[in-house]
């Protein structure tokens, strides 16, 4: 019955002719139903019998038989089995109210066969279900998919596969649905309203702000809360299976716009009060007449259009020819009802509604580009645009969160930077020379170097005047980071962040050809990190590299359900970071481990690859099996076609001997695997370091990578200079040594019966034909964890494997050097070390 208790406290049974929740007893058939429901905001219900109750998801434009279409799904509270033939009217004044009439009905199974009511909930679990509806209208294979990191976790994708019923150029559930229907739901609302026809919230699974005492609850919490933008990627495209709003980016404050009665609240992205700064905007919006919360962007214009960020600095009055605007380009809450779940689309026409009856010279709606992004971006160049922002048609509005439904398009490119020094100034300048700006990265603040230019003279002078009474004596970065001009540098605490916009970024991470735009005190410390574009790929690909072409397929194709990661996203992975990888593939047989269908499908290991498989250009090599004796045609991977060509065959992650061919009895490393085997990952830390401080004693220098999956790497690099036996005999040697000090939570014992809950040292790993994942290689794992290359430093109490994924890795090695760059420099001379112990 707790199951259904959420759906009973809503309901004044008394009141309303929905059925009271229980369970109801199992049937041979799993059954679902779809309801059309015309409540405050017309929706559709998707509802699935799964353990006697109906799990269910409001689905705003209804079920789709168009594989393009994504519709959004919002998971709400179960409802008994008995809803699924409730039919008629819910009255004002109850959760709800509206009239509710089924569109379809039916059965449904698992889309694997053989899978059970038991394997739906599992995968209901992990956000990913896949399965076949048997009903009048719907019929076919059907996915629902958690949207990817929501700000809650009830938002939903409803996808139609592709098959025999699917159908092409769109489909709209409203067309099935007579017109009789269609009327009965206005006039009830109608003649409940007493004609006004105002609705309240859209979900009839969700509580309807529709009477007075409501709203103003739902107001008051308004009030007192401060509401975070949703905020965009930067991107250098769009995907065109996908319906877009374009508008321009504006150059402004972004700003929220809380507004009861007469009281407005102006705030920042990071809470801070802008009232006082533009009260003409504070002034305008109390003639709305509305209780409303507003998202927009207040800039500052000359008569051509042209805006002026520096102006905003100091707030109003502004010089005579310049004039604030307030543009808006989205709603949040209207009259005490949350719009947040609406589609963008919807939440739009709901503005230009509103603002239809009104005319406020300095409040103005965003206007949007009626044209596709190439028109757009050609518009902004002509206009001297920053750039366009495309937003999907039917994105909800994710409070306080990045999400690639909403993307920046620069036609120039901008860094926001913390001033943590700056330079003496030259010749007749005044001020100073230059300022030292750094990024937030995983270690703490990380340069990116000097910007010198754009800067007026009472910037200059009002800036210096600023920093003085900021400096302090400590550099913020360690001594092994190189700053120009270092020697004239004063340093400052980190407090000022400047918006710095740039050509490129160098090899080494600094900014290419910097000016100096503006201050920023819109944004908070926390939230300066280098801005990385996402690329959207198209699923099918040609790559040329010199004479070598190679086409990369499918690359829409989900690998991570519970995550929508993409084949095609694990290809941009490898793309970015093939010359961190391939020095150790070089002349090494790979073994694959195939998943062409994604992490929760079947796989399967491959080494002996048939020639003539793939393009002419891939280089195979014939090892006799040591095992069998067979000839095995192990593949090589020297180039980045050759490692993008394994990830396109579905080899999540990269797989190398620890020998080249060229030497297959003497290894270019000797590796010591720590496998948890159910131990407190902390326990693993505390061995490693062990294994670490024992090396460095015999003089070995010796590096730690995670394993992307559960345990840690401890790699040495010994050159080929000994063969497997030797190198497998140290290792053993340090295991042993480190379970003399850890004898209660360590093991050497193979067998994983014996070793239960104890952290094996493996040192077996040793060995000819012996596979390790390589460094920095993605893992077939929840949330695609990367083998990830560490300092020492890093292996501490906060370290996870969770931590480091294909997105967080290309974060990490864009504002830090590459820990193990200098594993290659050194060999270790595993003879001396043996007789220093």
């Known amino acids: 019955m707790a ?44 509802r699935l019998e799964m353990e006697g109750v109906l799990k269910s998801w409001a689905v705003p434009k209804g079920p789709s038989l168009d594989p393009k279409d994504k519709r959004l799904a919002v998971m709400v509270e179960d409802h008994p089995l008995s809803y699924r033939t409730f039919e008629g009217e819910i009255p004002k004044g109850n959760y709800g109210f509206g009239t509710v009439s089924i569109f379809d009905e039916g059965y449904y199974t698992a889309l694997e066969r053989g899978e059970g009511e038991q394997e739906l909930l599992e995968a209901l679990e992990k956000g990913s279900i896949k399965i076949v509806l048997q009903g009048k209208k719907l019929k076919g294979e059907f996915a629902l998919v958690r949207i990817k990191n929501p700000q809650e976790d009830n938002a939903w994708l409803l996808i139609k596969h592709q098959d025999k019923y699917a159908m092409a150029d769109g489909y709209n559930a409203e067309d099935e649905i007579p017109a009789a229907i269609k009327e009965q739901g206005k006039l009830f609302r109608k003649s409940q309203h007493g004609g006004s026809g105002r609705g309240g919230k859209r979900s009839a699974d969700k509580p309807a702000a529709t009477d007075k005492k409501s709203a103003e609850t739902n107001d008051k ?56 700064k533009f009260p003409s905007i504070v002034q305008a919006l109390q003639q709305l007449g509305k209780s409303v919360i507003l998202d927009g962007e207040v800039v500052a214009e000359d008569p051509k259009g042209q805006s002026n960020f520096q102006l905003l600095q100091h707030g109003e009055p502004l010089p005579a020819k310049f004039k604030l605007r307030y543009y808006i380009f989205d709603i949040l809450m209207l009259d005490g009802n949350d719009l947040r779940d609406f589609p963008l689309s919807d939440r739009k026409d709901l503005l230009r509604r509103l603002f239809s009856k009104l005319s406020l010279a300095n409040v103005l709606m965003v206007p949007e580009l009626k044209e596709d992004l190439e028109h757009a971006m050609q518009r902004a160049h002509k206009k001297n645009w920053e750039g366009v922002i495309a937003k999907q048609a039917d994105s909800r509005y994710v409070s306080g969160k990045r999400s690639a439904l909403w993307r920046k398009l620069k036609l120039q490119q901008s860094q926001e930077a913390i001033i943590v020094g700056f330079t003496k100034p030259s010749g007749s300048r005044v001020g100073f020379g230059a300022l030292v700006l750094a990024v937030q990265g995983e270690q703490g603040l990380v340069y990116i170097g000097n910007v010198g230019t754009g800067f007026p003279d009472d910037v200059l002078r009002e800036m210096k005047h600023e920093l003085d009474n900021d400096i302090v004596e400590k550099k913020p970065f360690s001594k092994d980071v190189a700053v120009a001009n270092e020697k004239s540098v004063a340093w400052v605490k980190p407090k000022l962040i400047a918006e710095i916009v740039y050509s490129e970024w160098t090899a080494d991470g600094h900014l290419r050809h910097p000016v100096f735009k503006a201050l920023r005190d819109d944004k908070a410390l926390a939230d300066i990190k280098r801005v990385i574009p996402i690329k959207d790929i198209q699923n099918e690909r040609e790559l040329t590299f010199g004479r070598k072409k190679l086409k990369l397929s499918n690359q829409k194709k989900i690998y991570w ?55 002419s250009w891939l280089k195979t090599v014939e090892l006799e099996s040591e095992s069998t004796g067979n000839v095995v045609n192990y593949l090589l991977c020297n180039d980045l076609p050759t490692l993008l060509w394994i990830a396109n065959m579905g080899s999540i992650e990269i797989n190398p001997w620890l020998a080249s061919y060229r030497k297959k009895t003497n290894p270019t490393f000797a590796v010591l695997d720590l496998d948890p085997n159910g131990a407190d990952f902390a326990e693993v830390v505390a061995v490693a370091n062990t294994a670490h401080d024992i090396l460095e004693e015999a003089g070995v220098k010796n590096f730690v990578k995670t394993s992307g999956s559960t345990g840690l790497h401890i790699y040495i690099h010994v050159a080929g200079q000994y063969d497997f036996d030797v190198a497998r005999d140290f290792v053993q040697m340090v295991a042993e040594l480190v379970h003399e000090q850890h004898p209660q939570t360590t093991s050497l014992e193979r067998s994983p019966t014996k070793r239960k809950n104890k952290i094996y040292l493996d040192y077996m790993q040793n060995k000819r034909a012996q596979t390790v994942v390589a460094p920095y290689s993605v893992r077939p794992k929840p949330g695609a964890t990367v083998s990830t290359p560490l300092e020492w430093s890093e292996v501490n109490d906060e370290l996870t494997i969770q931590q480091f994924t294909m997105q967080t890795v290309l974060e990490r090695m864009a504002s830090k050097p590459d820990p193990w760059k200098d594993i290659f420099q050194e060999k270790a001379n595993l003879k001396k070390a043996i007789a220093s112990f």
């Not at 049937?27 to 409540?39: E, I, M, N, P």
């Not at 970015?576 to 269908?597: A, C, E, T, V």
């Open 221 to 276: 919490e308004a009030r007192g809360a401060i509401f975070e933008p949703m905020l965009a990627v930067l991107s250098e495209n769009v995907n065109e299976d996908e319906e877009w709003i374009f508008e321009q980016k504006l150059d402004g404050f972004r700003t929220i716009a809380q507004v009861t009665d007469k009281t407005v609240k102006l705030t920042s992205r990071n809470g801070i009060n802008f009232n006082s």
């Open 561 to 615: 359900p519970a995550e929508q990661i993409t084949k095609g996203d694990l290809l941009d992975y490898y793309e970015q970071m093939g010359d961190f990888i391939l020095p150790y593939l070089k002349d090494k047989p790979i073994s694959m481990n195939r998943f062409p269908n994604g992490v929760e499908a079947s796989s399967f290991f491959q080494k002996d690859v048939d020639k003539g498989t793939g393009p």
């Open 3 to 46: 199951a259904l208790e959420k759906y009973n406290q809503k309901r004044n049974f008394e009141k309303t002719k929905e059925p009271k929740g229980a369970l109801s007893g199992k049937g041979k058939k799993l059954r679902f139903v779809v309801q059309r429901h015309h409540a405050s905001r017309l929706h559709y219900d998707f």
